[in-house]
């Protein structure tokens, strides 16, 4: 195994997430014996290039994604009820 980091718990605690080497994000689903605890081998989701969490479902993911140069810059836009006035044809 490669290692991981930014690991988190799927629904009911059977199923662990974290991004291994390359940016990929992981699972590992556990058996849980009485005293042992069983993983299976990595199965690759998708590449991920920030942080993430995942759903309460277990197959829905947040992930943050931007751009090497930084966010997009946020644009503000007043008024906008007004705007949409103007665009409705005149009856």
């Known amino acids: 195994m490669g290692g991981g980091s930014n690991p988190e718990w799927g629904a ?3 199923e662990l997430f974290y991004i291994g080497p390359g940016g990929k994000l992981n699972s590992v689903k556990l058996n849980l014996g009485a005293n042992s605890v069983e993983p299976s081998a990595p ?3 998708f590449s991920v ?6 759903a309460p479902d277990g197959k829905h993911f947040l992930v943050l994604a931007g751009s090497e140069s930084g966010p ?3 644009q503000l836009i ?5 705007l949409l ?4 044809p005149p009856e």
């Open 12 to 14: 009911g605690g059977e």
């Open 85 to 88: 006035k103007k665009r409705t």
């Open 43 to 45: 199965r690759e989701l």
């Open 49 to 54: 290039a920030g942080p993430y969490r995942v």
């Open 72 to 74: 997009p810059p946020l």
């Open 78 to 82: 007043m008024n906008w009820p007004a």
